[in-house]
Each structure stands twice: as C-alpha cells, then as structure tokens.
C-alpha cells in the first residue's frame, strides 16, 4: 500500500487504515470493487473510496452499482491499521470530516422522459443527443440526466453525499 504526500505534510498524516471489497461475479472476484483509505491529517479524517463498479445501460445495473457501494463501505468498516496490523472497526461515512468518491464508477446519462411518458429512442439516438450537447459545450444540461446525480437527490446512495456539476466535457 502506497499514500503519497508531500515531504511538508507527510508528519502530520497518522492514524492511516486500509480496506477493500470485491464486487465482481459473486462478490469474490476482484475486476470490480473498492478500496477505502482513510487517515488522520492533523485532527481532520479524510477518507477516499476509489471504486470499478458495475458497467451497462439498464435500471438493473443502475441498481447493482448502487449496491456495489453500499456493500464496499458495508466490507469497509473492518479497517486494516497499518500502524498495529490491527483490524479495527470504523465507518468512515460517519467518522470522516471528508470523504472523497471516485474511480470508474460507471454511472450513465440517461435521457428518459419522466413517467408516464413513452420512450422510444433508441441507444443511438441518446448517443448523439449527447454528442450534441457535448459539441454545444452545455454541460450542465447533461449533468442534469446524469445517473449519479439523480441517484444522490433520490437518497439513492450515498445519503448526504453531494457531486459539482462538471463545466468541462466528459473523459469518456
């Protein structure tokens, strides 16, 4: 295990725990998953979970990337102390001042109309609805249908957790 900081910080960093779950097929193999670090700097806790979650369009993966995180902090409150070798238990959502979510979390843009309204567009034409707006630089109207998002302001994950808008085009 590596954390990397600066020569200037790296006296006031201690406390440093480490976990990890798999998500994959069966939630024992490793090609999907995550890690959380966590560590004192000074009297603050900072926390990150870097994540490869479930990928694909569809309501049912959109679920499975929920779970994949609930069960990766769930896997992540016995924390490796590597100061003692020591197992401790720690929920970081609740202990950290600051927790930081990132990694290939394989959240999508989705362009569905609200309920009750028919959805005939294909996977292609979403595609190139996004493009447009891509091209257009408007990317806080994509940001509106990303999954994420919507899933935050649902209560669907993360309770509490929050994301800024992006004002640069998507990496993928």
């Not at 201690?14 to 560590?39: M, Q, R």
């Not at 569809?58 to 590597?82: A, P």
């Amino acid at each position: 295990f590596l954390l990397w900081a600066r020569n200037g910080v790296i006296d006031f960093i201690h406390d440093i725990k480490i976990s990890g779950a798999n998500t994959g097929v069966g939630n024992v193999l490793a090609n999907k998953g995550g890690i959380v670090t966590s560590f004192n700097f000074n009297q603050t806790r900072i926390s990150f979970l870097s994540a490869h979650l479930a990928a694909h369009e569809g309501e049912t993966y959109y679920k499975t990337r929920c779970e994949n995180i609930q069960k990766i902090l769930e896997d992540s409150t016995n924390m490796f102390d590597l100061s003692s070798d020591n197992v401790e238990y720690i929920d970081v959502t609740v202990s950290s001042h600051h927790m930081f979510v990132m990694g290939d979390l394989n959240f999508r843009t989705l362009f569905h109309p609200d309920k009750g309204e028919k959805n005939d567009t294909t996977h292609e034409d979403n595609v190139e609805r996004a493009l447009n707006l891509i091209n257009e630089q408007k990317y806080l109207h994509l940001y509106y249908y990303d999954e994420l998002t919507r899933g935050l302001e649902r209560g669907d994950l993360l309770f509490n957790f929050n994301t800024l808008p992006c004002n640069f085009p998507p990496t993928f």
